[in-house]
């Protein structure tokens, strides 16, 4: 059986569980290549539609979207 060298520290214990949290609530978060606005990394970016520098959905007029949001 595979017996860890070390023993893990309370501060390196504490870092591997909020990783997550971290990767979530950084300072700067993913911004959209194409358009810059902030998105969920490996998603398709909600404001244009574009993923890995393709448009992968087609939005429906940019400019009647934020009349829309006011409704
Ligand atoms: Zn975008």
Redesign the pocket.
Known sequence: MAVPKKKTSVSRKGLRRAGQHHKLYRKHPFS??????H?LPHTV??????YKGKEVIEMKGDDEESAEAEV
């Open positions: 959209c290549p194409n358009c810059g606005a998105a970016c909600p404001t244009c539609g574009h």
